[in-house]
């Protein structure tokens, strides 16, 4: 069983900053992809920025330059940190692990239940 807690959403005001938070914990050899996806009113769940073992990131173009993802291995913990902070921003944001399952070498995706992003003034 593996289990996601997110943190650190809440209400913003334009240009301003927020940073999202996402630890698993569980059963699991290894955790190979973490990444943040967002889901805004009338529109599909799309990719924020991901990265994986070996520290490799990809961002969403509308967010390069803003975002920056990073993750601590010894927490399990992913992190999102949002600066310049736009209303095109607003969603709700999932956070998601690849994990590896030992031996078979098998990986499994897990979501996070979402936290809501806001900005306005």
């Known amino acids: 069983q593996v289990q996601l807690v997110e943190s650190g959403g809440g209400l913003v005001q334009p240009g301003g900053s927020l940073r999202l938070s996402c630890a698993a914990s569980?059963?699991?050899?290894?955790?190979?992809?973490m990444g943040w996806y967002r889901q805004a009113p009338g529109k599909q769940r799309d990719l924020v920025a991901s990265?994986?073992?070996?520290?490799?990131?990809n961002y969403a173009d509308s967010v390069k330059g803003r975002f920056t993802i990073s993750r601590d291995n010894a927490k399990n913990t992913v992190y999102l940190q949002m600066n310049s902070l736009k209303p095109d921003d607003t969603a709700v944001y999932y956070c998601?692990?690849?994990?590896?399952?030992?031996?078979?070498?098998?990986?499994?995706?897990?979501w996070g239940q979402g936290t809501q992003v806001t900005v306005s003034s």
């Open positions: 998601y692990i690849e994990t590896v399952t030992g031996g078979t070498g098998y990986r499994n995706g897990y």
């Open positions: 569980g059963s699991f050899f290894s955790i190979y992809r």
């Open positions: 990265i994986i073992e070996g520290g490799n990131t």
